[in-house]
């Protein structure tokens, strides 16, 4: 059988297991294949990967162009065919590989957006000194998820999965498992595992378990990514160095600071968790700003 859709569920299944993809990156990965195979039926009469051929794939993709979808979202769905074929490659060696040739669209660079140093720093600052009056535990929660985003520049998806023995509170490090199950050791300041330690103390008072999982929600379940959104909006609504008000800008604003504060790039790509360092070198446009502005001031002829 050589359906379209044959490999399909052992795709999955090596992306969920191998490469340790999520449920929402599964489900988008699906459903590009699965328009992707009603195009085929529809415009060709075919749905066999031996009948599809490279000029079949490059008029798919006219087609998504053609209806004005964005260059980013086309790129995302050629990856996808492209990472399916070469899985049906390697599953049956003698299956051609139509999406070999299939080049990828030209998308402009974008600029991760960043909090100041002064803005996100006061707001910190500010977050040390409640942790250490009466507070309830929803504020305990959102002053560390705040302080560990930025100190660390760890992803959401991480952070959520964090548990208790992955920090070291002697050393002051945390360990953390990243996209591809691959394990990273980041440094821990001092004002977060003072807002660790209370968010324990906090636990205990609320009756919740201090062990497990760092981050759980009031009655003790475990944190997920909506809540955490949530309270980060919140909390970062009077911060007006970014538009954006998210996770992701926290974790920009880490990378930017560090960059900017003299860390090497490829230090920063540790940290990160970055496989490629053409992901982290971003974040040197943001950087050139400040060597400009500096080079204006410095130089006798600027």
């Not at 569920?9 to 599964?26: I, Y």
């Not at 299956?95 to 100041?116: C, G, H, V």
């Not at 985003?149 to 760890?154: D, E, F, K, Q």
């Not at 999982?213 to 475990?222: E, F, H, I, P, V």
């Amino acid at each position: 059988m050589d359906t379209f859709f044959y490999y399909i569920a052992a795709f999955e299944s090596f992306l969920e297991k191998e490469k340790n993809f999520s449920k929402h990156t599964l489900a988008a990965y699906k459903s590009d294949l699965k328009q992707a195979e009603r195009f085929l039926i529809k415009g060709y009469n075919i749905d066999t990967c031996s009948q599809i051929s490279f000029y079949h794939l490059r008029s798919f993709i006219a087609q998504l162009k053609s209806i004005g979808l964005k260059n980013t979202s086309i790129n995302r769905k050629i990856s996808t065919i492209k990472s399916y074929f070469k899985f049906c490659r390697n599953q049956k060696k003698n299956t051609n590989n139509p999406s070999k040739e299939l080049a990828y669209l030209k998308t402009p660079k974008r600029i991760p957006k960043f909090f100041t140093e002064k803005d996100i720093c006061e707001k910190v600052d500010n977050t040390l000194e409640k942790s250490t009056n009466s507070n309830t535990f929803d504020q305990v929660v959102s002053q560390v998820i705040i302080d560990i985003l930025y100190s660390t520049g760890i992803r959401v998806s991480e952070l959520i999965e964090l548990k208790i023995e992955d920090i070291n509170f002697y050393d002051k490090r945390l360990k953390v498992i990243g996209k591809g199950n691959k394990q990273r050791i980041i440094p821990l300041l001092d004002e977060t595992i003072i807002l660790i330690k209370e968010l324990q103390y906090q636990k205990t008072k609320s009756k919740i378990s201090p062990d497990g999982y760092l981050l759980t929600l009031s009655n003790g379940n475990k944190m997920y990514p909506m809540k955490i959104n949530r309270l980060l909006k919140k909390e970062l609504k009077n911060l007006t160095s970014s538009s954006k008000k998210s996770a992701h800008t926290l974790r920009h604003t880490f990378a930017t600071h560090l960059l900017n504060n003299g860390a090497s790039i490829n230090t920063i790509k540790e940290l990160l968790g970055h496989t490629n360092l053409n992901t982290t070198q971003v974040y040197t446009h943001n950087s050139l700003d400040k060597i400009k502005n500096i080079y204006k001031i410095a130089h006798p002829r600027a």
